[in-house]
């Protein structure tokens, strides 16, 4: 595998963690409108908040180490 | 019957974004920057709604909006802008990000390409390793700024915020801005937090992927984003058209009035 090789099978890890994370997120927020209930509502938005905006730095992060 | 304002939950349900519409035509969703809320448009507004329906909102942590989240990204702020487009109603449209915002509008077009009609990315930068970041002076007051006054930033901003020839030529349009900006505070808080989500922004290596019409518009003497950035962003975006501001800083539409006609008439032909 060439370097071109192993940075596009890389991106595609990437791209494939971050539409993990964007469904585990999305999942969370539907679930908090859904459940009108607190506590309940306010962990699983914060879990959602937290899962989208540590996901998204993790993810900006590996692209700007890798530069894909 | 249309709404023309109103507050739109984000995906967490708690957030709140504050909108407004002005004028009819084909939708555009402007995107403001670093602390500035929707209000900061009013330069442009009054242009684009001559042809256009403009959306407007704050984003969060500004203005009228409220934020639940200690931590912004720019996929977050993406996300309330598509938030904003189902409140008003809107399945698609042309979309206008300066500064931070010309990032979300890179992010809503890339996690909401469905959404997006046609991209105008003003004074921003892509992020990733290859972007030029602004010189150290200018870091130094973004730092500093957080700790300052309302006012006192405001003031220490303007070197950064505009060209010579404005400052020298237009000293009246650079308060009549800082009067709008005081009019509209926003919190240390929300402050940090935006700027958390710019420095973490990366979209560089899938600018590729966007696939509607875009015009880049930079100022030549941006300290804030450096020109170099519109180059970037312009060559990595299929078909991207570049339009680089000579005398103009970050802040073009006060310096550069005359674009915001341009950027219509862009609109325009692809309305």
Avoid at chain 1, 45 to 57: E, K, S, V
Wanted: aromatic fraction near 6%; charge should be negative.
């Amino acid at each position: 595998m060439d370097l071109d090789q192993f940075l596009a099978a890389a991106a595609a890890c990437i791209d494939a963690y971050e539409a993990s994370i964007r469904a585990a997120s999305d999942f969370q927020f539907t679930l908090a409108r859904a459940l009108d209930v607190e506590p309940i509502r306010s962990i699983a938005a914060t879990c959602g908040d937290l899962t989208r905006d540590l996901g998204a730095t993790a993810v900006s992060s590996a692209r700007w180490l890798l530069d894909v | 019957m249309t709404a023309t304002a109103g507050l739109a939950p984000a995906p967490d349900g708690r957030t709140r974004l504050h909108w407004e519409t002005t004028g009819s035509g084909a939708p555009v969703l402007l995107i403001h920057g670093l602390g500035l809320s929707g209000g900061a448009w009013w330069r442009t507004v009054p242009v684009l709604a001559r042809r256009l329906r403009v959306i407007t909102f704050d984003n969060r942590g500004t203005g009228r909006s409220q934020a639940a989240s200690l931590a912004y990204t720019t996929e977050a702020m993406a996300d309330d802008a598509a938030a904003v487009l189902d409140a008003a109603g809107l399945e698609r449209v042309h979309v206008y990000g300066i500064s931070l915002g010309g990032m979300i509008a890179q992010q809503l077009a890339l996690r909401h390409p469905d959404r997006v009609r046609s991209l105008v990315l003003g004074a921003t930068q892509p992020g990733g390793p290859r972007a030029r970041p602004p010189d150290a002076e200018v870091l130094e007051f973004l730092g500093s700024r957080l700790h300052m006054q309302p006012r006192d930033a405001a003031r220490a901003s303007i070197p950064f915020n505009y060209g010579t020839r404005c400052r020298d030529e237009d000293p009246e349009r650079i308060e009549e801005d800082i009067a709008q900006r005081l009019a509209h505070p926003f919190s240390e808080a929300a402050y940090a937090a935006q700027l958390y989500a710019g420095a973490v922004h990366n979209c560089y290596g899938r600018l590729d992927r966007i696939a509607v019409p875009t015009l880049v518009v930079h100022g030549a003497l941006d300290r804030m984003i450096p020109v170099a950035n519109a180059h970037l962003i312009a060559g990595r975006i299929p078909g991207a058209r570049l339009r680089i501001l000579e005398d103009s800083g970050h802040l073009y539409p006060t310096e550069a009035p005359e674009v915001d006609v341009e950027i219509a008439a862009f609109l325009q032909a692809l309305s």
